[in-house]
């Protein structure tokens, strides 16, 4: 296309054809001063963790790999999957929740215990 085919483009509006509001910008010295900010509390944590979880490794049916077994945390299954997620953020590993336990790959005994108490988990044993 040369520069005879192309068509100049329409400038933009100055202003927007209507604004319902655009009356109020005037007005805006009139209004009452809204309630001062309040300083909120301190929230109490919303939910506790577990009460218990059993942290062991495993070898036995993974062809001699080494994972690490959280179990009985009593998690509902999408709570489950964001534990998972979190620890294996924090432990730089890979894992998968296998019915109501999470797999962790590797040897992790020695820091797991401090990071489940970390959310909440109130006591946890290492098998």
């Not at 010295?29 to 218990?52: C, F, I, N």
């Not at 979190?86 to 590797?106: H, I």
């Amino acid at each position: 296309m040369g520069k005879k085919d192309r068509k100049p483009e329409p400038a933009p509006p100055a202003a927007p054809f209507h604004n319902p509001f655009a009356a109020l910008a005037g007005q805006r010295e009139a209004l009452p001063v809204g309630p001062a900010p309040q300083a909120s509390a301190p929230k109490p944590e919303a939910r506790k963790g577990p009460a218990k979880a059993v942290v062991r490794m495993e070898r036995k049916g993974r062809g001699g790999k080494e994972v690490t077994v959280v179990e009985q945390l009593g998690l509902p299954p999408a709570e489950r999957e964001a534990w998972l997620k979190a620890l294996k953020g924090s432990l730089g590993c890979g894992g998968a929740v296998e019915e109501d336990v999470l797999v962790l790959q590797g040897d992790h005994r020695e820091r797991l215990p401090a990071l489940l108490e970390a959310r909440g988990v109130r006591r946890v044993v290492v098998g």
